[in-house]
């Protein structure tokens, strides 16, 4: 896990807080944003708050390479897509959140290419380098004397690199995808100015009501055609070609009762339902279960029923089969088609290849060699010594008794 850093410097403008919008932001306040350690950075995010954000994405990696190692890809999708969304809540708070968040990135664009979404894949790769991109633009205002932000800009080095890597790759397996991606940069720089800073998305018209700037747009187009000649022939028309109108949507923010993020109450419902579902099923395992072993005793007394009805075999696995398939066999072996050998076999109660595999054994059999005498045992002392013994022991008792 990457370390926090004290921060001297401050961060890149495209970093995902409202507040680097403000001109008048300074150093200071930026340095103190990014320290978890000062009150005004455990105000808007503690530090067990965020401690407790880089565990869990941590434990949802491993969940999923996990999941990625038993070929469940989708599941492993699903989880590091709560991951990432986990990181992106925080990722503007310390830059060890925005590393973490690249990485879940990274780590979500090999599971997706692994379920062949080489387009998402690219997507998320590309969010990755932009956000490590960041992150080295803030390191080095940081300076040389910080080691908090060399750890962390070595890091994102490595992480950078890597998703480098991971976008060739999938540029090589989806080679039509670096158009389509070239295009939607553009229209994402073409309506950045059209987002709102509080819930980054487009600002758009109640149902039923047409926008300001569209209707002054169209009152502008009607009184232009009316202050032309009837037999005139407007510029834009002289190419043979309408020149569509640039409409510009309104940077005002809608009212507080509008300010609503559909996108997060729709996954909010999804993961709501999930839950339910999930506890709807914990409730009745038991019934489930039944359900499946009355499906399983169905189905093997059924197979069992039917195990007797020939028509349902292959020919060969029915009786009448497998004596056609012996008598082929039979005529093929050769210890079988000699007659000569049957009448043997049967004199001798045995099969043909038995009785085949005695007559080789005859012939090959070799009698061992006759194993030479033992020689005799050699004695345990010589006998003229023994003599010698007893003779000198008879004198020595003649001696004692005169």
């Avoid at 005793?297 to 004596?323: A, F, I, M, P, V």
């Amino acid at each position: 896990m990457v370390g926090q850093a004290a921060v001297d410097g401050e961060m890149p403008e495209g970093m995902p807080d409202e507040n680097w919008d403000d001109p008048a932001h300074s150093a200071e306040s930026t340095a103190q944003d990014l320290d978890c350690a000062s009150p005004s950075a455990s105000s808007t995010m503690p530090v067990e708050d965020m401690r407790e954000i880089l565990t869990a994405v941590t434990q949802h990696s491993d969940l999923a390479a996990a999941l990625r190692k038993k070929g469940q890809a989708g599941r492993a999708v699903r989880t590091l897509e709560r991951a990432v969304a986990m990181c992106s809540r925080a990722e503007h708070v310390h830059p060890a959140v925005a590393v973490e968040a690249a990485r879940t990135r990274v780590n979500l664009a090999a599971a997706l290419s692994e379920a062949a979404r080489h387009r998402e894949a690219i997507a998320h790769i590309r969010k990755a380098q932009r956000g490590l991109d960041q992150i080295l633009a803030w390191a080095e205002q940081c300076g040389g004397s910080d080691a908090g932000a060399k750890q962390i800009a070595g890091e994102a080095s490595a992480l950078r690199c890597a998703a480098l890597v991971a976008e060739s790759i999938e540029l090589d397996l989806c080679p039509g995808a670096t158009d389509d991606f070239d295009t939607m940069l553009n229209d994402t720089l073409l309506l950045r100015d059209t987002l709102t800073p509080k819930n980054r998305t487009v600002s758009l018209p109640q149902i039923g009501q047409k926008g300001r700037r569209e209707r002054q747009m169209r009152v502008k187009d009607d009184n232009a055609s009316k202050t032309h000649a009837p037999g005139a022939m407007r510029s834009s028309d002289v190419g043979g070609e309408k020149r569509q109108p640039v409409i510009k949507l309104s940077l005002r923010p809608r009212a507080a009762e509008e300010r609503t993020d559909v996108f997060s109450d729709f996954l909010r419902g999804v993961e709501a339902e999930r839950v339910a579902r999930l506890g709807s099923l914990n409730d009745n395992w038991e019934d489930q279960a039944k359900r499946r072993l009355g499906q399983v005793h169905r189905r093997t007394r059924l197979q069992l029923e039917l195990s007797g009805d020939n028509d349902l075999k292959e020919k060969r696995y029915t009786s009448t089969g497998h004596q056609v398939f012996m008598k082929a066999m039979k005529k093929a072996n050769k210890c079988w088609s000699d007659p000569s050998l049957l009448q043997e076999a049967a004199k001798e109660n045995a099969t043909p290849e038995i009785l085949q595999v005695r007559k080789l054994n005859r012939q090959l059999y070799v009698k061992p060699p006759t194993p030479p005498p033992p020689p005799p045992p050699k004695p345990k002392m010589d006998q003229s010594l023994v003599n010698n013994l007893r003779s000198n022991h008879g004198r020595s008792s003649i001696k004692n008794e005169m």
